[in-house]
């Protein structure tokens, strides 16, 4: 079995050397105490005297060392995963304070460096759905490889072969329901292909056998076990109730219960523990399982006393085998394997993929657009033509409708939004890129589409309605509406990056949006809004385009000679006197154009800064 794996780096910089080396981690008195509402305002966890602190991990003593598999067992709610993320340098930014020490070779070291320095996988799949498996790796390759395209495609597929995901590498990775894509125990082989891509030295994964039938599984962590032996890495992972042939290929066993360390050491230490507090493993069972029950089983009294003759710091802390010291890294260490333009590039070519295959978004929209511009424009036949209250009535109507459809139909987005912000937040975490790329992609991708979404949208709609005839009044028409969905896609894209979830989410957006539309002017004019509702007519995204419709269609030279009523034989309102009821100008339409595009950019500003502040959380 060989696997040709490669220093991210071929240069002689410190990466490089620092992917060389063996890692030992340890934890010195390390616990994890859940912050309560009050404390996390505070940014602090200290004592509080009306609640008692509840710790999640107490005093935990334990290490790993590099050449050897580490798993943390234990019974449900012992803290399995809560110690995997502290050691990912993952936990501190999910409400709650670890303290204590966490040690590389002996010394304390910078949150982001290990996590530069590890590959975590998590127990859930943060996967795009509509890539395939090689699309998938070889895009995780292009962001934490730096070498060309062929090399990056040849480790791909190297690493499919290992994982044993030949068969799927054209494969799309799926969602849930009725696009199911691969199997799940496939997808968990994907994910910690995510982030063994890189070849990192310090490897943490939570769960790798879940899912994952027997053969699957032991054929995954003797893959691991490989790795281990033969590139020296240190490998943790947390496991439940493993397989006696699995359990043979794990050199040290980390057992929790309830936050402490029970057993840190082999399994043979273990049996001997057992024994030597009168339990015997029987024949069925293997060691760790029968210590996990009878964990299970205790009595909540005997508790202590079960630690008393548990606990220990297993057989000694060991060394490090040949190079014992950390390489301290400089300012290039945290510097990102791309430049800002190849970042943006990868995300685009990312987005796209994304966009065209997902059906949700790209078929139904351009159903919907088509459709609802010939319903819209078959509604409102030639009302562009009459004339009379009624008739003006009419066209306000199929302007303010518009909107509200424009401006709505881009919030189905949302679910795809918050979907692309977890796997943001991780990748951003391990140094894969940095944010403002991603902004800037995602920006720069919906343009053309959205652009394509408004033509078939306004080009029926325009002609049968029978709006004002002229070529330029079209193409303004056209600029509006593209405007209008890039002004609500950025919306979205802003709420969803603050947002914790997709309920709260839609409940946000869809009451914005319905303020907006109360305020905009179309139901109540802005002198009889209350002053202390003002500052709301002027944030109004309807606002802006109702106006340059209403521009656009009564405005110019051909406004000042139509005629929208008629009374006593002759005409008594016309598209100028209209616009000067609605006290608009002509230069408003140009103006709100600047206005609504200084709402694009300073949506998708908001969107940068809390994303931004969002990672810079998780990696600090």
């Known amino acids: 079995m060989e696997l040709p794996l490669k220093s991210p780096d071929s240069g002689g910089s410190d990466i490089s050397l620092a992917w060389r080396m063996p890692y030992k981690l340890e934890t010195k008195n390390l616990s994890y105490k859940l912050c309560t509402k009050l404390e996390e305002y505070n940014w602090a966890c200290f004592e509080t005297r009306k609640r008692a602190p509840k710790f999640i991990l107490k005093d935990v003593n334990c290490e790993a060392r590099p050449g050897e598999i580490t798993a943390i067992a234990g019974p449900s709610g012992a803290g399995k995963t809560t110690l995997l993320e502290v050691l990912a340098a993952n936990k501190e930014s999910n409400g709650g304070k670890v303290l204590g020490q966490v040690l590389v070779n002996g010394q304390p070291i910078d949150s982001r460096w290990i996590q530069r320095l590890s590959g975590y996988v998590s127990q ?9 498996v090689e699309e998938t790796l070889m895009y995780s390759a292009l962001f934490r490889l730096r070498v060309g395209r062929r090399e990056a495609a040849d480790r791909v ?3 499919i072969k290992e994982l044993g995901l030949d068969h799927v590498s054209s494969s799309r990775v799926g969602g849930t329901g009725w696009d199911r894509g691969i199997s799940g125990g496939e997808k968990r082989r994907v994910s910690i292909g995510v982030e063994l891509v890189h070849d990192p030295p310090v490897i943490l994964i939570d769960e790798p056998t879940s899912g994952l039938d027997s053969a699957s599984a032991l054929h995954l962590v003797r893959l691991l076990k490989f790795m281990a032996l033969h590139q020296g890495k240190t490998i943790v992972l947390t496991i439940h109730q493993p397989g006696f042939r699995i359990l043979e290929l794990i050199d040290r066993v980390v ?3 309830d936050g402490l360390v029970l057993h840190n050491g082999s399994l043979a230490l273990l049996e ?17 399982e029968y210590a996990i029950d009878a964990i299970e089983s205790m009595d909540p009294q005997d508790h202590e006393e079960a630690q008393n003759f548990l606990r220990g710091n297993g057989e000694g802390g060991g060394k490090v085998n040949a190079h014992c010291g950390v390489i301290i890294p400089d300012e290039k260490t945290h510097s990102y394997l791309n430049c800002w333009l190849e970042e943006v590039l990868i995300l685009g070519r990312r987005f796209c993929s994304n966009i065209f295959r997902t059906k ?15 319903m819209l424009g078959t509604i409102f036949l030639d009302a562009g033509d009459d004339v009379g209250p009624l008739a003006l009535q009419t066209r306000l109507g199929f302007f303010a409708f518009s909107l509200t459809f424009l401006l709505s139909s881009t919030t189905e987005g949302l679910p795809i939004f918050l979907q692309e912000r977890r796997i943001l937040m991780r990748e951003t975490s391990r140094g894969a890129y940095r944010v403002s790329s991603y902004v800037i992609s995602n920006t720069l991708v919906f343009v053309p589409f959205l652009l394509m979404v408004g033509s078939l949208y306004s080009v029926p709609v325009y002609w049968l309605v029978g709006l004002r005839s002229s ?8 600029l509006v509406v593209w405007m209008v969905l890039l002004m609500s896609n950025s919306f979205v894209a802003c709420f969803s990056a603050l947002v914790p979830n997709f309920i709260t989410g839609t409940s946000v957006i869809a009451g914005l949006m319905g303020s907006f539309f109360l305020f905009s002017g179309y139901f109540i004019a802005k002198d009889n809004i209350p002053i202390y509702w003002t500052w709301m007519h002027y944030l109004s995204l309807f606002k802006y385009p109702f106006e340059c419709f209403l521009v656009n269609e ?7 000679s139509r005629c929208l009523e008629f009374g006593d034989g002759q005409c008594t309102l016309t598209g100028s006197g209209f616009l000067r009821q609605q006290e608009l100008e002509e230069s408003a339409k140009w103006n709100n154009l600047g206005v609504m595009f ?11 800064l809390i994303l931004w502040f969002r990672c810079y959380q998780t990696r600090n």
């Open 598 to 608: 200084g709402f694009i950019i300073g949506y998708r500003v908001l969107c940068f």
């Open 124 to 132: 859930e799949d943060a996967l795009f759905g509509s890539l395939t």
């Open 272 to 288: 001997e523990k057992l024994m030597f507090a009168g339990l015997r493993v029987p024949n069925h069972a293997n060691v760790l």
């Open 360 to 374: 949700q978004l790209f078929a139904t929209r351009v159903i919907q657009a088509l459709a609802a511009g010939f």
């Open 471 to 478: 070529t330029e009044g079209f193409l303004y028409f056209l």
């Open 255 to 257: 057992l929790l219960s």
């Open 554 to 560: 009564y405005g110019g030279l051909q406004g000042r």
């Open 157 to 159: 597929r190297e690493l």
